[in-house]
């Protein structure tokens, strides 16, 4: 008995041990940090301070709480960080959907290829990834350049690709479609094939077939892959900074600009906790709507 | 004109022709095994009849119609898959509603002809049940009960068995048997399980190398088989080389080497000279330890080699002097009878002169 609880602590103690260190105690300390006081020159003030005359003040405020409700201008951020995520989600699972379609349902012995080539781009460093965009979308590029011609030539005025919310959209898809294609193919790739088989016999056609069958089988899937494109999208910096321009701001680049720029660690952990429980309510809604979903299918 | 008509239906992949010119007619209402060993072509045929497949010659027809170019969904035929493939995400009542629903019916109307069939296979109470919640016995009912709502021409049964254990298994033939009388829908149902074959079919037709090898009802295929390999697959056969010594007014002489002459039923063609075998069934052997003498028999003496105690009878082995073992059912009809002879116990077998059948390929 004694030798199997060891066992059982000695393989979930690492795991556990990682998450205590790197995810539960840095999260705590964030949670700690929205009700302190920011220091003099960035980072936080002591929470007891000892004032020259002997007496001790408390340092712990509600303030940074108050100052992100009485500014709209946060929750805007906010929801235009949530608009800008479900719209790479959805455009994400638009594309990766017939993508692992295709992959699931193409001879065994091409499918591992073809999921190397969907893993391939994380060989190379994500930030000149997004550079590559950067030249793509850039207005001397020659994809600027035809697009721009073509819409002359229908008498529309040339548009400007790079830092727009188009480039960020564009830029977050990018990155993010390889978490949407993998989880739907391992789902897509397990299903039976003589469902669809039977489906046709009793009469149903190639669409009833897809959404009657194939589709509801893969949600599992999709909510896999929709989690792990949303969550990140929502809090992103980095592409919004490269590609977004001033108006392509997100909500995790406010962020960043209070704990690099403006020093305010406090009101930055704010903005991380909001953001933090936004995600995971939103990511329980999923899946409590998943299951509901699964119970009234 | 039949129901189902295959006409000189051919389906090669590559070099292996896995259907090989069959033709076959299904007449309404009949109960109609397709049976032989994995990889003879029944699977193919039925995959062609359902619209999976194409032939790569010959044509299929259904109630008169040329189905060349029909898609699965637009042919008034249903099958029952051998894993039942049940939609894993719908309930019961929604896997047997299925096919209603395809068709445009009304909620409401879907909602009744489901609570009927569901009723028809005793699955009433069970319509708010995923299939993972059901037994193996339960899941085969509501696939054919699936396959059955709509009404087609023609149900196809591909080994809807295989999946269940034997005592199950007899009732659920019985209620196939039951259930087609009901419906009165044409059944063709593949299996590799000759008894189960024999049990539920009207006419059988027996499959080999793609290749119709006898067409017939289920007492014809077993007691007069057409060729070695019908008389080996269906039950149990003795199988003895064989040549054709002379040929009296009624009985034909064989000879077999090492052991002397049998005396058979006339065969048709059959000429003095002809090698084949002799096909002989064990519960038409007659095992005793003397001698009986009768001109209708034929008699050899031989020794017990082993015995199978299978219960409600006992097959005993019996080695000839030349060699050759020749099995012999008897009853156990006395309780706690395990056997009547010991291996090694010298023993005399004979048969009537029209229980085997010479058998010339």
Redesign the interface.
């Known amino acids: 008995m004694d030798s199997r609880r060891a066992a059982r602590w000695g393989i979930s103690g690492p795991p556990l041990l990682y998450l205590v260190l790197f995810f539960a105690i840095p999260t705590l300390i964030m949670v700690l940090a929205s009700f302190r006081l920011p220091g003099d020159f960035g980072g936080l003030a002591p929470i007891v301070e000892q004032g020259d005359d002997g007496t001790r003040t408390i340092n712990l405020t509600l303030e940074n709480y108050q100052r992100f409700f009485s500014d709209p201008l946060y929750a805007e951020l906010f929801l235009k960080s949530f608009w800008y995520a479900v719209i790479t989600t959805a455009v994400c699972l638009l594309i990766a959907y017939p993508l692992a379609m295709l992959i699931a349902r193409s001879p065994k012995r091409h499918r591992d290829l073809l999921v190397l080539l969907v893993i391939l781009p994380f060989w190379s460093n994500f930030l000149i990834r997004v550079y590559a965009w950067m030249i793509i979308l850039g207005p001397q590029s020659v994809f600027t350049g035809v697009l721009n011609a073509g819409l002359g030539l229908f008498g529309f005025e040339p548009v400007r690709l790079l830092f727009t919310p188009f480039a960020v959209v564009v830029g977050l898809v990018y990155v993010h479609l390889p978490f949407m294609v993998l989880p739907l193919y391992a789902n897509l790739e397990k299903h039976?094939p003589?469902?669809l088989?039977?489906?046709?016999?009793?009469?149903?056609?190639s669409w009833?077939r897809f959404w009657?069958?194939t589709f509801?089988?893969s949600l599992p899937g999709v909510f896999a892959g929709a989690a792990l494109v949303f969550i990140p999208a929502f809090g992103i910096f980095a592409i919004p900074d490269i590609l977004g321009g001033t108006g392509g701001i997100m909500i995790g680049n406010v962020i960043k600009q209070q704990f690099l720029d403006t020093r305010d660690w406090p009101f930055g952990s704010v903005l991380s906790m909001v953001l933090t429980i936004v995600a995971v309510g939103l990511a329980g809604f999923a899946a409590w709507y998943a299951r509901r979903a699964?119970a009234l299918? | 004109m039949a129901l189902l008509e295959i006409r000189d239906v051919t389906r090669r992949f590559g070099d292996f022709t896995a259907v090989d010119k069959v033709s076959l007619s299904i007449e309404a209402g009949e109960f109609f095994c397709l049976l032989g060993p994995s990889g003879c072509g029944k699977t193919t045929l039925l995959r062609m009849v359902a619209g999976f497949d194409a032939p790569n010659g010959g044509s299929i027809w259904l109630d008169g119609k040329d189905m060349t170019g029909v898609p699965p969904e637009k042919r008034n035929v249903h099958t029952v898959f051998q894993s039942y493939a049940l939609f894993p995400h719908m309930t019961v009542a929604d896997n047997v509603g299925f096919p209603l629903k395809m068709a445009g019916l009304e909620p409401a109307a879907i909602k009744t002809r489901v609570d009927e069939a569901l009723d028809d296979v005793a699955l009433t109470g069970f319509s708010g049940r995923y299939p993972n919640e059901l037994s193996g016995g339960q899941r085969q009912r509501v696939a054919v009960a699936r396959a059955l709502i709509n009404r087609p021409k023609l149900l196809l049964l591909d080994e809807p068995l295989a999946a269940l254990d034997a005592k199950l298994k007899e009732n659920v033939q019985l209620e196939l048997i039951t259930l087609q009388k009901e419906v009165g829908i044409a059944f063709v149902y593949v299996t590799h399980d000759q008894q189960e074959a024999l049990a539920l079919a009207h006419r059988i037709a027996v499959m080999n190398h793609g290749r119709v090898e006898q067409l017939d009802e289920p007492s014809k295929i077993y007691g007069f088989p057409k060729n070695r390999f019908v008389a080996d697959f269906i039950g149990t056969c003795n199988i003895l080389d064989a040549e054709v010594a002379r040929i009296d007014a009624s009985r034909m002489q064989l000879r077999i080497p090492g052991l002397g002459e049998v005396q058979t039923t006339q065969i048709d063609g059959a000429r003095p000279g002809d090698k084949g075998v002799l096909a002989l069934r064990p519960e038409q052997v007659a095992i005793s330890p003397q001698l009986r003498p009768d001109p209708d028999e034929n008699h050899f003496a031989g020794k017990v080699f082993d015995f199978l105690y299978l219960g409600d009878v006992t097959v005993y082995v019996v080695e000839l002097p030349n060699g050759s073992r020749v099995e012999a059912m008897l009853p156990n009809s006395a309780p706690g009878r395990a056997k009547f002879f010991e291996p090694g116990d010298a023993v005399e077998i004979s048969w009537r002169f029209d229980a085997g059948r010479f058998l010339t390929e």
């Open positions: 039976d003589v469902l088989d039977a489906a046709q016999d009793l009469g149903a056609n009833q009657r069958v509801p089988l699964r299918a």
